[in-house]
């Protein structure tokens, strides 16, 4: 049997068996292959914002599963042109090629899932705007900074109802020992909720969704973009209202900030 067909076989054996399944097969496999890019891809991403046109980065934005053909332009030049950048002086760097499908571990997943990573590690991605499924996925991972530290409560309650919120709670548990030894033997509490909607997250790989009021501990993470002139003008996302969040470490925070009121 070549190799190519017994990574298909391999594929073919891990139908339905879950996240924790399909990470291990992709880590078995690929393990080396992703820490060397990893590194290859945060070297590269720091001496690209180093000396591309001699010029810093105003600012730099990820959009995932993005559809319009010609919105990276029109973002970049659009927000340089709304928050007065000079481009002579700064950057726009608005990336609007990145997929990312949470069902399957495919290169293009792999790719964008490592290149972001990279961008958080070099501190130069300031905002990711994405489909509700993509943007469950990071804020599942703690990408996104708590929007209470980033606009007044003011400014919160005139956004409430366009405003996505994760469960910190659940978040808790996905980091407990109870979820590891979950994935070790998997065996979980069923009388626990957040184990329930871990379980139900290993084997859809959807993040779990839950209206505020269930939450124990919600916190607003994100801002649905519905309504939003700049993404219908693009054509960026036309199934769903896509959702922008601020990343845990931007080094930018107020020309993000303005790169949201830009958007909304």
Known sequence: MSVNEEIRAQRQ??????????WEYFWEYYKIHTIVALAV??????????IANNKPAALDAIFINCNGQDA????????AEYAGI?????????????????????NTSVATSEKILAMISAKSLDVIVADST???????????LDLRNVFSAKELSDMEQHIYYIDQSFIDYMMSDAYTDYLTS????????YARMAAEYDETFVFPKQEVSEMENPVPVGIYLDGSEVIKETGSYT??????????????LETAKKFIEYLR
């Open 86 to 106: 000079d481009t002579e002086k700064e950057v726009v760097m608005v990336d609007t090629a990145a997929n990312f499908v949470t069902s399957t571990l495919d």
């Open 13 to 22: 054996k891990l139908k339905g068996q879950g996240f924790k399944a399909h």
């Open 134 to 144: 993509a943007f469950g996925h990071y804020a599942g991972q703690e990408t996104f």
């Open 41 to 50: 891809l945060i070297f590269l991403i720091t001496l690209i914002r180093d």
């Open 186 to 193: 998997g065996k979980y509490d069923h009388d626990n909720k």
């Open 72 to 79: 990276q332009s029109y973002l970049q030049d659009g927000f």
């Open 239 to 252: 199934s769903e209202a896509p959702i922008v969040g601020i990343v845990i470490n931007t080094q930018r």
